[in-house]
């Protein structure tokens, strides 16, 4: 767990330092340092606090730290004293090998705020390799008759350390006949040639034996020695000779193993064995015998492997030429590489951050870098990303890039962006690296619920049943996870009145809407309240929507009749002249419905009459008419039994008794009450009960008016009258009718009713109408629905 920790904060240590170091590009250089090779751990280089100018607190809280190329730590930094250590053994042969100076590079970091500062420390060399030679013991046959001052070449000896701990000197033991020249090779090293100083007698000394000593610079100096065997031959006073004493040689890295780099010839004048000649590589590094080879009688030196410009560029090695008198000549050959496009450039991701919350502004989302081994334009790079993505590469230092983004980015846009940094190098053919990096948004809240619907409309039918699920409501959020996740409500109603929360209930995770109770289309025809979407987001965000429950009628309210009255009074009895015309207008029964729509739509059947035929009812108005011409033999009294039927699905119906008196006039003197009651009696005991008690009822009730519409009508002049109107004495007394709007009638009348005196006939004479005030805008209506209450009533209106 402390490791992963510890990888984290780095991590973000690396990503902040890139960040602000591409923001900013500020970087300064230190030093340079210098440490001698094989110093202990621990060894002081150097005081950061003093050379950057900074205090050891200020130092400590901006985070200073070391960060060193590949992945070795050779320094440290102690924080609490500012002071630069090395963290181990620095071997400079291994780090540098021949290259000279030794340098590493390391930068020193501040985190707070970020600030980079470019350092390099030297390393130097100390004396720690003696010279070697690769051979123990070198042989050479030298011609008896070789000329003073002839020059023989000699195995040179290695020392692994550089500069002047390098080998410097070569000596000879003491002898009279030979010396060593020391020289110095294009590339700085030394190597040494033995020259003949005092001619040579092979029967007076066939063979010398010699000790050469390699000496370097060093304090105290090392060395390392050989034996040197001088045998002395016959004469053979012509060594092979190369035709140039330098070849170079250029060869493309991507030659393959066995190319042909050069021939080299070699000339000798002596004839016989002492003029064929033999070549071979002189003295090559173990290196050197790697890569090349030589054939040995035709001088061919082809390659053994294939060379890499980017490991060794340069090689260079002398070639030796030998008769078969043992003589010998020498040429360089300096091999140069040349370099191709062999090598696509290298991506290394130092930190990436994924996911990023949308919404954020320019954000870093990645530090790479960008390396390519090559040289020239070969190792110069281009880097690039797609052109349709909201992102930016902006270079740093030392082939460091950031990737930012251009603007803000939008989840629910695009939730994820497959990001390729392409880089390319400018060799031929051009080498490129793609890298591909999945980037993920995280959501943020920033997207109210919506509502599918502004407004919802819900149908119910009335007298449903308690819990049924009467619809849904639906909201989606465009946010991810718990963003998205919605909580419905109901809101409280705009009318305080509206008892909702006993009315419909919301299921709060799918938006199901449900009825807590049975509705009544006759109460409550519709209502309307809002439901509420919350997301589940901080902060939480919510919508609403409008939902209209309309209550949808039912059938169960059957027909009520308003006229006759039916409420067990003495029965109504309609008087009929006996000269009436076929369509008299008998009688109006008057019903209505609490139900709407056709459920209210009301229909009139007779169903039985005391003498079928004679009477009819207009099926859409419940008038009743005489259906033909009245005759002497018909019945006096006639009973009517009317079907108030709606359009229901079922049909409810309700049924009123309607009694009719046929009479000569109105004059003739009405008293037919106890003979209906009589026969109503023998035919149906129950229905003459209910005549009885509603003739009683209504007689009190005519009474009653009667006497009102006389007092009334006493006291107005009797001017005023025509034909005057006084207290009838008769059995028909004036009355007050009073006819509600209900049922087929759309609006109440009254009529002044009273009984003419002083003519023989007694007749009823219907006066004005008391019409109630009307609309101004219903009055063409309202005179016309008049003239038809008269009409169906036959009523002579004065």
Not at 337 to 346: M, S
Not at 491 to 508: G, K, Q, T, Y
Request: proline share 6%; hydrophobic share 40%; with cysteine.
């Amino acid at each position: 767990m402390e490791i992963g920790w510890v990888c984290n904060r780095r991590q973000r240590q690396v990503l902040v330092f890139f960040v602000v170091l591409s923001m900013s590009g500020v970087c300064a250089d230190l030093g340079p340092y210098s440490v001698m090779e094989e110093t202990e751990r621990g060894f002081f280089v150097g005081n950061l606090g003093k050379d950057l100018g900074l205090g050891l607190a200020e130092m400590s809280s901006r985070g200073a730290r070391i960060i060193s190329q590949g992945h070795k730590e050779h320094l440290q930094l102690k924080v609490q004293t500012g002071d630069l250590l090395i963290n181990e053994k620095l071997d400079r042969e291994e780090l540098c090998g021949s290259t000279e100076p030794c340098i590493l590079h390391f930068q020193v970091l501040m985190e707070n705020p970020l600030e980079i500062f470019q350092a390099e420390l030297r390393v130097e060399d100390i004396n720690d390799h003696s010279p070697m030679f690769t051979e123990r013991e070198m042989i050479l046959k030298i011609p008896e008759n070789s000329p003073l001052g002839m020059a023989f070449p000699l195995s040179n000896a290695l020392d692994l350390d550089v500069g002047s701990n390098s080998v410097q000197n070569y000596k000879i033991s003491p002898n009279p006949h030979f010396q060593v020249l020391t020289h110095n090779r294009s590339d700085g090293r030394k190597y040494t040639e033995l020259v003949l100083d005092k001619e040579l007698d092979r029967e007076e000394e066939p063979e010398i034996a010699l000790t050469l000593t390699a000496l370097d610079g060093g304090s105290p100096p090392r060395y390392g020695t050989a034996l040197v065997r001088i045998e002395v031959v016959d004469i053979n006073d012509n060594a092979p000779e190369f035709g140039q004493l330098l070849y170079q040689v250029h060869i493309p890295e991507n030659s393959s193993a066995g190319s042909l780099v050069v021939t080299l010839s070699a000339r000798d004048i002596d004839s016989g064995a002492n003029g064929k000649i033999v070549y071979s590589l002189f003295q090559p590094s173990e290196d050197i015998s790697k890569t090349l080879e030589v054939n040995p009688m035709t001088g061919e030196i082809r390659l053994r492997k294939q060379v890499d410009f980017e490991t060794v560029r340069s090689y260079e090695v002398d070639i030796k030429a030998t008769d078969g008198g043992g003589l010998s000549g020498k040429c360089t050959l300096l091999l140069q590489v040349v370099d191709v496009n062999d090598n696509a450039p290298e991506v290394t991701v130092s930190a990436l951050t994924s996911p990023i919350p949308e919404n954020s502004p320019e954000t870093v989302v990645a530090v790479f870098s960008v390396s390519d081994p090559d040289s020239g334009d070969n190792g110069k790079t281009i880097s690039t990303i797609q052109d349709d993505l909201p992102f930016l590469l902006k270079p740093s230092v030392k082939n460091f890039y950031t990737l930012v983004t251009k603007r803000a980015l939008d989840r629910e846009e695009r939730a994820q962006y497959n990001i390729t940094i392409t880089v390319t190098d400018m060799g031929t053919p051009r080498l490129k690296t793609q890298h591909n990096i999945t980037l993920l948004v995280s959501d943020v809240n920033d997207n109210a619920p919506a509502f599918t619907q502004t407004a919802y409309t819900l149908f119910l039918r009335e007298n449903n049943s308690p819990a049924l699920h009467i619809g849904s409501v639906s909201a989606t959020d465009r946010d991810a996870g718990a963003n998205a996740q919605l909580t419905y409500s109901l809101l409280p109603p705009h009318d305080p009145r509206l008892p909702l929360a006993s009315l419909v209930s919301i299921n709060a995770d799918n938006g199901h809407l449900f009825a807590l109770r049975a509705l009544d289309f006759e109460a409550l025809q519709a209502f309307e309240f809002r439901v509420g979407a919350t997301d589940r987001g901080s902060p939480a965000l919510s919508s609403q929507a409008l939902v209209r429950v309309q209550v949808l009628d039912a059938n169960d309210n059957a027909p009520f009749v308003l006229y006759p009255l039916q409420n067990g009074s003495a029965p109504c009895t309609e008087l009929v002249p006996r000269a009436a015309e076929p369509g008299y207008l008998v009688s109006k029964v008057v019903a209505v419905d609490a139900d709407s729509g056709q459920n209210a739509w009301l229909s009139f059947q007779l169903l039985k009459a005391t003498e079928p035929g004679l009477f009819g009812v207009w099926a859409h108005n419940g008038e009743v008419r005489t259906a033909r011409l009245l005759s002497e033999r018909d019945a006096a009294k006639h009973r009517l039994l009317v079907l108030v039927k709606d359009n229901g699905e079922p049909a409810l119906s309700a049924s009123v008794t309607l009694h009719v008196l046929l009479v000569d006039g109105f004059s003739q003197p009405y008293l037919p009450l106890p003979e209906v009651a009589a026969d109503q009696a023998q035919a149906d005991p129950l229905t003459v009960y209910l005549v009885i008690a509603l003739a009683s009822v209504s007689s009190l009730f005519l009474f009653s008016v009667l006497a009102f519409i006389a007092v009334r009508l006493c006291r107005r002049s009797r001017a005023a009258w025509v034909g005057g109107c006084s207290v009838p004495e008769g059995p028909f007394p004036g009355h007050l009718v009073d006819v509600s709007g209900t049922g087929t009638l759309s609006q109440s009348y009254q009529y002044e009713v009273c009984l003419t005196g002083g003519t023989g006939t007694d007749e009823f004479k219907f006066l004005k109408p008391i019409i109630p005030n009307l609309p101004v805008h219903d009055t063409g209506k309202n005179v016309e629905e008049n003239e038809n209450f008269r009409n169906s009533f036959g009523f002579n209106i004065q």
